[in-house]
């Protein structure tokens, strides 16, 4: 693909029909009420000079370049801030505006270095372009007066810099920040002539606010901010729209190259989720795709303490394959399963599971969504018939109240955050539940109303409370119930919810929230017009994890807020294909869509096209793999693209788990923890190279493409094929598009989805078939997909691990912006900056009773392991609750997690675990170090 | 072989999960969820150990609703 | 107003900063009135005192500070013991005072807008002092100087620093 870059029309869209009717240039245009008539020109194809104006923003009006002329309007107004009105009759181009235009451009340029050809933004800037634009060919200032020549650039951020001698003052860097990203990091500072861009009072950005969203470089119309990138490389000469591997936004971007080379990634305005904003991790941390320490070559060995030996693809797989046959013959066809990964693409997950389900002919096939997701999967599947969030990411434009239970957008959704803070901002009302003080609980221009800062555990008490007063108080939406919902269901749960012990006053022991925080809170929900539930693992990471996600889905029926847009129950999916892997049928009891392996309809469907008999019984999930492997029944697992030996909870547990196999295969693109523990190593592609498709929270299907060929020669859906091949059960794809052709053959929600519709259209959210051919933004509309809304009863059943007198304080576990995961490809990139170690936050009270100051290095020891890490003192955490996050593997935070999980989908149980902390003077491991 | 922890702490956590529902009920709500998401090399140690004194009576009992269920042959979910 | 008269000991404290953001709780989003008594208590809002007003008003340190430096009535440093504002507007311009900074930038060593390293001289520019006739101006502290050359400024500086170490002034 040539160098595409994106039309800018200079100001937002304004929706509705284009009723209003102008001429412009003695063009007739038909436009929407509220446009500008600078957007008008340039849906009528007149461009009209800018520099101010940008159609990602709010049109400004200080640069006095878009200058037009009005019949029967007195002066020159400007046309970004003039709205049109019917029957005008606009001239973009007389000698008079020409004139007005150059002289406003002869004063930019005078204050302006005049290096163009040496420049790095040379061909890719507004300023270059409107000088043209305007006929500029003189400057009749000179340079010796002054100007802003001589300002030192700031280069402190890893990955753009600001060179203040190259900015034209026109602000928009500025408004990007605020209006796009919600950060306010950019002001204007001094006035007149002195007024310069600032990161703050830091004076740089690095120390500044900024949180590298590259918004601001995205507006910036010279190379005053500019990608570093660009600077070393030079401009880009072609382009490949893909999506971002990362998170579960699922932003869509622009990679452009230089012949081979990534040069940047451009978020894209076409991108449904993301609509031209990215966030540090997409719109940077790419780098790591051609690390040095990535592996290209297949690998073997005979045990786990033999050196590895590169062998050829052929080898690698064909003993791969005969060992796996090999093991099944001696302990049985169960021996053996696989573990997905939510990292790759719909199409490689998808071979993978069926690799499982038909070669290796059982269902022992389980994804890492398993640690994170599963509970989402119950719950809404038994309320309200899927495993989907309700609503696609715009919908959170209309909601009034945003309630937001265990998840902090701003670090592990930030894109989506940046839409959220706008609707705050907008005077939308925010009740924040999470034990520690988030982000968006108080942040420039955003407060919550409500936070109800929970014991860690105490998730169903407190949902349960808030139920309890809409029930009592008589504010469920009888209507919508009546309608919506099976009522003998309800009237067990009305009866079981109005229950004393269901009470907030009952309820504040457990959840240590005041009554009267609970009462106001449920009231501000269930009185919304519109209510929307965002949650995250902060709900599913617990023992209740289920019963948690059941009882949001009961609070939002009863209020009635399912079913249109701005409302809804939406999980916030940690990686990028958290969604994706599981529609994909990576579960061990279900095929992709979400059915049941016994259900013997579906399962005929996959026997007769696939050509083997499939088992009817569930399969082992990961814990249970680990489990009976330690116990010796489960012998070999092929692993794709997961790092479970430092993902998962109970490492030690994990470790001896893997240790205990008789065969470990591992498709990665590092050598990662469980690497340590494998015979066989596939090496795999990044998301530069992958060609298939992600599916995000909203159940977007977004197309990854090919920006470069695979470093290790294949795609990883070959060698998963070509496994299978050797196993004896022949796979074989002329390429990706073929694979999702047999997910919507097999599978009815994606049935209407071809690599040729996305194409055209983009994305698509599923279902997508012959009911909705162009896919479903919002569920539930009307009627549930299970028919009815189904009521189920929540107790609350506490988690067995309590803090004790040995282990007085509870640990939960998070993530940060710039980090993602188990940091596998973040920490192989200038994020590091930001996030150079993990940290233990612990409140100033705790650490003073053990004699901790800030900085100091503490042991956190479980009942099941000790780990070390450096501890930050922080009133964020409530007296009684450790935090800290699990990004770099010498931190090891899950060495000390138990193996406590979900009761009904063994998702463990990462937010709870008792602890002690003590101070340490310097760490063991930098003593082991200095020795 | 007594029973392995993991299958004794799963079984009797989704008891208690369920024990809202009085016992009777609890028992076959147990049995449906072991049948639905269990593996039957999982199930089939636990109903080799129904014995195994750590298990909560609620489980006990889905066990033997759970054997006449396996023994019935039927492999549709609940 | 009350400015605090250039030389007054300014150190930054978390007490009196806390008490006028308490003081003003109750006017809900006035944040110039805050920044003029922090001003007052404290001679200048330094970064910490952004940071703290910014919390405090759920305004981004950033916002603040570009209203810090929009009004030049706040400083986002203590100034020295004595202020020089040198006039760059037009009729002063036009009578040398591009020199006359110049001469005081590399004479003081230091930037305009910034305190000398003994603390006894911040260097400011303005925009027209209404003292036209006389330009270039010059003022210092609160007194107005026309005609300043560089031998002028000169002995200002020394008349300044003299102050400054208690000296009798010449
Ligand atoms: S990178 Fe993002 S957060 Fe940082 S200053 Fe630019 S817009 Fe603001
Ligand atoms: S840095 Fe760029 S966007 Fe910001 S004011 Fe300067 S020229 Fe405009
Ligand atoms: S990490 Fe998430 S929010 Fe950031 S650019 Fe990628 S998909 Fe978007
Ligand atoms: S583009 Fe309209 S004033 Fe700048
Ligand atoms: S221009 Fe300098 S005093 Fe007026």
């Known amino acids: 693909m040539p160098l595409v870059k994106e039309r800018d029309l200079g100001t937002r869209a304004v929706s509705g029909s284009p009723s209003v009717e102008l001429e412009i240039d003695g063009m007739a245009v038909a436009v929407p009420e509220g446009t500008s008539v600078m957007r008008a020109a340039a849906l009528a194809g007149i461009g009209v000079p800018k520099l101010c104006a940008t159609d990602s923003l709010a049109a400004f009006g200080s640069c006095r370049l878009c200058l037009v002329e009005i019949e029967g309007v007195r002066g020159t107004p400007a046309s970004c801030t003039t709205p049109v009105a ?528 499939l088992d009817p019984e569930p399969g082992l999930r990961i814990p249970n793999m680990f489990d009976a492997a330690i116990e010796g029944t489960f012998r070999a697992l092929f692993v794709q693209g997961e790092d479970i030996a430092q993902s998962d909870p109970n490492v030690n547990h994990v470790k001896a788990a893997l240790e205990s196999l008789e065969l470990c295969i591992v498709q990665d693109l590092f050598l990662n923890e469980t690497a340590s523990f494998a015979h066989v190593f596939l090496p795999g592609t990044s998301f530069l190279e992958k060609d298939g498709t992600f599916t995000n929270a909203e159940r977007r299907i977004n197309r990854v493409r090919p920006v470069m060929a695979p470093r290790n020669g294949k795609q990883e859906w070959q060698v998963v094929c070509e496994l299978s091949s050797a196993m004896g059960y022949p796979m074989q794809y002329d390429n990706a598009s073929r694979i999702m052709d047999e997910i919507a053959a097999t599978t009815p929600t994606f049935a209407g989805v071809s690599f040729r519709k996305l194409d055209e259209l983009g994305s698509l959210q599923w279902p997508c078939n012959e009911a909705a051919p162009l896919g479903t933004p919002t569920m539930h509309v009307g009627t549930f997909v299970r028919g009815k809304g189904r009521f189920l009863e929540t107790p609350f059943v506490p988690t067995e691990e309590r803090a004790s007198r040995r282990y007085p304080l509870i640990l939960t576990t998070g993530r940060i912006l710039t980090q993602y995961n188990v940091g596998a490809q973040t920490r192989r990139t200038g994020n590091v900056a930001w996030h150079p170690e993990d940290v233990l936050e612990i409140h100033p009270h705790d650490a003073e009773d053990r004699g901790i100051s800030d900085g100091d290095w503490v042991t956190v020891t479980s009942r099941v392991g000790q780990t070390e890490l450096r501890c930050r003192l922080s009133p964020r955490v409530p007296v009684g609750v450790v935090y800290t996050t699990f990004h770099h593997p010498v931190s090891g935070a899950n060495v000390v997690t138990t193996e406590h999980s979900d009761w009904a989908t063994n998702c463990p149980e990462y937010k709870v675990t008792a602890v002690e902390v003590r101070a340490l003077r310097a760490p063991a491991s930098a003593l082991h170090r200095g020795a | 072989m007594p029973l392995r922890n993991d299958l004794v702490q799963m079984a009797n956590q989704i008891a208690a999960n369920f024990l809202h529902h009085g016992p009777e009920v609890a028992a076959s709500e147990v049995a449906a969820h072991l049948k639905r998401f269990w593996a039957p090399p999982m199930r089939a140690e636990l109903l080799a150990n129904l014995d195994d004194g750590r298990l909560d009576p609620i489980v006990v009992r889905a066990g033997e609703l759970l054997r006449e269920l396996e023994s019935a042959g039927s492999n549709s979910a609940s | 107003m009350s400015e605090v008269a250039p030389g007054t000991s300014s150190e930054f404290s978390e007490e009196r900063v806390r008490a006028v953001l308490d003081a003003h709780r109750s006017e809900r989003g006035g944040l110039l009135p805050v920044l003029h008594d922090i001003q007052g208590e404290l001679g200048c809002i330094d970064e910490r005192a952004v940071a703290m007003v910014a919390c405090d008003l759920n305004l981004s340190q950033a916002e603040v500070f570009g209203v810090v430096s929009f009004y030049p009535d706040f400083r986002a440093s203590p100034s020295g013991a004595s202020v020089i504002r040198i006039c760059r507007a037009e009729a002063c311009q036009s009578m040398g005072a591009e020199a006359l900074a110049r001469h005081a930038t590399e004479s003081l060593g230091v930037g305009l807008g910034d305190t000398t390293a003994d603390g006894s001289i911040t260097l400011e520019q303005v925009f027209c002092l209404g003292n036209c006739a006389l330009s270039p101006a010059v003022m210092v502290n609160e007194k107005l100087v026309g005609r300043v050359d560089s031998e002028r400024f000169d002995a200002l500086v020394a008349r300044a620093r003299a102050r400054a170490s208690g000296e009798p002034q010449p």
């Open chain 1, 86 to 613: 019917p029957g005008m009759k606009v001239s973009t181009q007389t000698p008079r505006l020409e004139r007005l235009r150059r002289n406003v451009m002869e004063l930019y340029i005078s204050d302006h270095p005049l290096d163009c050809l040496t420049c790095a933004a040379n061909g890719d800037c507004e300023l270059q372009d409107m000088a043209g634009a305007v006929g500029l060919r003189e400057v009749r200032y000179g340079q010796a007066g002054q100007s802003h020549l001589g300002e030192v650039k700031d280069t402190t951020n890893p990955y753009f810099a600001f060179d203040p001698a190259k900015c034209i003052v026109c602000s928009r860097c500025v408004r990007a920040c605020e209006e796009t990203q919600g950060t306010f990091a950019l002001t204007i500072t001094g006035r007149g002539f002195g007024s310069r861009v600032a990161p703050g009072p830091a004076g740089n950005f690095f120390d500044s606010e900024c949180v590298s969203c590259g918004a601001c470089v995205q507006a910036c119309p010279t190379d005053a901010l500019e990608e570093k990138s660009v600077i070393d490389m030079g401009v880009p000469d072609r382009s490949v729209l893909t999506t971002c591997a990362y998170c579960g936004v699922g932003c869509s971007f622009r990679a452009e190259l230089r012949g081979d080379e990534v040069v940047r990634m451009v978020p894209s305005k076409s991108g449904q989720a993301n609509e031209g904003h990215s966030c540090v991790k997409g719109r940077f941390a790419w780098g790591y795709a051609t690390h040095r320490e990535r592996v290209v070559k297949p690998m073997i060995r005979e045990a786990i303490t033999d050196p590895w030996r590169e062998v050829s693809w052929e080898e690698a797989i064909g003993y791969a394959g005969s060992r796996l046959r090999e093991i099944q013959a001696t302990y049985g066809v169960a021996s053996i399963g696989g573990i997905t990964s939510s990292r790759c693409t719909n199409e490689e997950v998808f071979v993978v599971q069926k690799m499982v389900r038909a070669a290796f002919g059982n269902n022992n096939v389980d994804t890492c969504a398993r640690v994170c997701h599963s509970p989402t999967g119950f719950g809404l599947s038994q309320t309200f018939g899927t495993s989907a969030g309700t609503q696609d990411f715009a919908s959170v434009a209309e909601a009034d109240v945003i309630m937001v239970v265990g998840a902090n957008p701003s670090e592990a959704h930030p894109v989506f955050a940046s839409r959220m803070k706008r609707r705050l901002r907008e005077g939308a009302r925010l009740v924040v539940v999470d034990p520690r003080r988030i982000d968006l609980v108080r942040a420039p221009h955003i407060e919550a109303s409500h936070h109800l800062q929970l014991q860690p555990g105490s998730n169903v008490a407190l949902i349960n409370a808030m139920a309890h007063v809409v029930v009592t108080e008589g504010l469920v939406d009888r209507d919508f119930v009546s309608e919506r919902c099976e009522m003998d269901d309800f009237a067990v749960w009305e009866k079981f919810i109005s229950t004393d012990i269901n009470s907030p006053e009952a309820t504040e022991p457990i959840t240590g929230v005041p009554a009267g925080e609970v009462r106001a809170a449920a009231r501000l929900y269930a009185g919304a017009p519109n209510a929307a539930i965002y949650y995250g693992l902060g709900v599913t990471e617990h023992s209740q994890g289920s019963t948690m996600v059941m009882g949001l889905a009961n609070l939002a029926m009863a209020t009635g807020n399912i079913g249109r847009v701005g409302v809804g129950v939406n999980p916030l999916r940690g990686q990028n294909n958290v969604q994706g892997s599981c529609d994909m049928g990576s579960f061990p009891h279900e095929f992709s869509g979400y059915r049941h392996v016994s259900d013997d309809t579906v399962r005929h469907v996959f026997e007769e096209l696939w050509g083997r008999t």
